[in-house]
């Protein structure tokens, strides 16, 4: 099984940038779906972003994140740019099955740890 870490979270102004790793051990992940999802207090998780044979993105942050993988490093990155206080959230990584197309949170079947992102205003 994969284990996952993230990290580069922190505290930022509105209006900045941050740079999130999700570095996997165990296994390569080269070959899995990587996604990035968020939870605010008091609200659900949502999906950010993913990478696969295709990458895909949610409304809310489209033009501003940008997800990448470095298969060599086994690491995938979340660029995040012109962060607003709504960006406020952990933030999670996870694998799923390798698609095309955008897959189900449920089909998320390992997770990490989470790492805080906070954006003042």
């Known amino acids: 099984q994969v284990q996952l870490v993230e990290s580069g979270g922190g505290l930022v102004q509105a209006g900045g940038s941050l740079r999130l790793s999700c570095a996997a051990s165990g296994r390569t992940f080269s070959t899995y779906t990587v996604g990035w999802f968020r939870q605010a207090p008091g609200k659900e998780r949502e999906f950010v972003a993913s990478?696969?044979?295709?990458?895909d993105y949610a409304d809310s942050v489209k033009g501003r994140f940008i997800i990448s993988r470095d298969n060599v490093g086994n690491t995938v990155y979340l660029q995040m740019n012109s962060l607003k206080s709504e960006d406020t959230a952990v933030y999670y990584c996870?694998?799923?099955?390798?698609?095309?197309?955008?897959?189900?949170?449920?089909?998320?079947?390992?997770w990490g740890q989470g790492t805080q992102v906070t954006v003042s205003s």
């Open positions: 996870a694998t799923g099955r390798p698609s095309w197309r955008k897959i189900p949170p449920l089909e998320y079947d390992n």
């Open positions: 990478t696969s044979y295709s990458t």
